[in-house]
């Protein structure tokens, strides 16, 4: 079946670390990749979109890398700030039609 | 900067009752969606709608839902008859095209099914 994975655990790291945020998929084929961040009882926000032919993609402190040997793409927020703390979601898009499917999201608290 | 906007933040409907949730896309925008999100679960799709049709849509969206864009600017998902697992957050969404597919998000409606 498919599977979209996100470290459920809760990330906690100091200000001013990188936070690597994990998302495993399974039985899929994405054209590319998307992460958002959603706040508390807020819409998801995008952030970043990784297409498949694309090893990395960078902007501003947050870099995503993109690995479909491994199945899996990398999210880092360089230079980690307290409002960066939110949950993580990654996202698929596979089979041409724009639909979304969403991991569970990692929630990220930055401390200071 | 051009936002999806939805109305009402929150609806409490009874059991049985037919709701509307109402989206307004971002203007020039092609690709319009529903999402929801039941409280500490995952957001999942609902449907996709593309040059005043579906275009695609989950096991989730039964005879219960239907969708509408009845002018130019408006969105809507009808829930016939609510069912207490209807309770969740509704989110719009929109995309620019098929080469843009970034999906811009609404705040959601927070639907509350008694």
């Known amino acids: 079946s498919q599977k979209i994975e996100q470290n459920s655990e809760a990330l906690n790291i100091q200000e001013g670390k990188t936070a690597t945020l994990t998302c495993n998929y399974t039985?899929?084929?994405?054209?590319?990749l998307q992460w958002y961040r959603q706040d508390p009882g807020r819409g998801p926000v995008f952030l970043l979109l990784i297409r498949e032919n694309e090893k990395e993609k960078r902007k501003e402190r947050l870099k995503v890398t993109f690995d479909t040997t491994l199945k899996q793409s990398l999210f880092h927020i360089t230079a980690s700030q307290p409002a960066d703390s939110a949950t993580y979601l990654c996202?698929?898009?596979?089979?041409?039609?724009?639909?979304?499917?969403f991991g569970t999201g990692t929630q990220l608290k930055v401390e200071l | 900067e051009p936002e999806v906007t939805q109305t009402p933040s929150h609806q409490v409907t009874q059991m049985g009752q037919e709701v509307i949730l109402r989206c307004v896309p971002i203007?020039?925008?092609?690709?319009f969606y529903w999402y929801r999100q039941i409280l500490g679960q995952k957001v999942e799709f609902l449907v996709s709608?593309?040059?005043?049709?579906?275009?695609?849509k989950s096991e989730i969206f039964d005879d219960q839902f239907s969708v509408e864009r009845p002018d130019g600017s408006n969105f809507t998902l009808k829930i016939r008859s609510t069912k207490l697992e209807d309770s969740a957050m509704y989110f719009c969404a929109s995309s620019p095209d098929r080469a843009n597919t970034e999906a811009f998000f609404g705040q959601g409606t927070r639907l509350t099914v008694v």
């Open positions: 039985n899929y084929s994405p054209a590319y």
């Open positions: 709608f593309y040059n005043n049709e579906i275009s695609e």
């Open positions: 996202a698929l898009e596979a089979g041409g039609g724009n639909k979304l499917t």
């Open positions: 203007s020039n925008h092609l690709y």
